[in-house]
T-cell receptor, first 113, second 118 residues
Framework: NAGVTQTPKFRVLKTGQSMTLLCAQD?????MYWYRQDPGMGLRLIHY???????AKGEVPDGYNVSRLKKQNFLLGLESAAPSQTSVYFC????????????FGPGTRLTVT | AQTVTQSQPEMSVQEAETVTLSCTYD???????LFWYKQPPSRQMILVIR??????QNATENRFSVNFQKAAKSFSLKISDSQLGDAAMYFC???????????????FGTGTSLTVIP
């Protein structure tokens, strides 16, 4: 099992450019999540999905869009990147609710200049 | 939204000694789950330990144990016999047992950076 993988691992964008981050999991998990991690602020939830074809907003959804067309994939899109979106982005998945933990990907470091 | 507070941005411990990391949370629910995650310099988030709120017994995983005080809403992590490999950022997380009450989400604290001194 590869677990949770993220593509790409690093990216530099200019302000106004767009990009898509890809998250894939091979554990047949129902739940998937996108977080951003900034110094001193921990992990903040951007969007999440409780199943194929469903998405929901998290704590900081503005400027991002997501799609879950296949159960194993969760895409995070930035339509017009801004310097405030410079961050490390983590994808995670979970088998279900209750005591099931999240499994995390290795992260994507995004810099917007 | 639930709030998770880690009041110690940085901690240090001598190798082989014991250290306790603090975490408090705010909730009106009686059924929930608590987690400690470790993030070493590699950035990979790793689950250290979990606690079900309905269990009175504190969870233990080898050198890692928790002190869960439900009434005080406190969930501290104790690392015994600290090793150099324990150096990392540690995050406390909360999850409701009820999907309709935010159980689909995890709420994370801001983290505690642990340094292990040889």
């Amino acid at each position: 099992n590869a677990g949770v993988t993220q593509t790409p691992k690093f990216r530099v964008l200019k302000t106004g450019q767009s990009m898509t981050l890809l998250c894939a999991q091979d554990m047949n998990h129902e739940y998937m999540y996108w977080y951003r991690q900034d110094p001193g602020m921990g992990l903040r939830l951007i969007h999440y999905s409780v199943g194929e074809g469903t998405t929901a907003k998290g704590e900081v959804p503005d400027g991002y869009n997501v799609s879950r067309l296949k159960k194993q994939n969760f895409l995070l899109g930035l339509e017009s990147a801004a310097p405030s979106q410079t961050s490390v982005y983590f994808c995670a998945s979970s088998l279900g609710t209750q005591s099931y933990e999240q499994y995390f990907g290795p992260g994507t470091r995004l810099t917007v200049t | 939204a639930q709030t998770v507070t880690q009041s110690q941005p940085e901690m240090s411990v001598q190798e082989a000694e014991t250290v306790t990391l603090s975490c408090t949370y705010d909730t009106s629910e009686s059924d929930y789950y608590l987690f400690w995650y470790k993030q070493p310099p590699s950035r990979q988030m790793i689950l250290v330990i979990r606690q079900e709120a309905y269990k009175q017994q504190n969870a233990t995983e080898n050198r890692f144990s928790v002190n869960f005080q439900k009434a005080a809403k406190s969930f501290s992590l104790k690392i015994s016999d600290s090793q150099l490999g324990d150096a990392a950022m540690y995050f406390c997380a909360y999850r409701s047992a009820w999907p309709d009450h935010g159980g689909n989400q995890f709420y994370f604290g801001t983290g505690t950076s642990l340094t292990v001194i040889p």
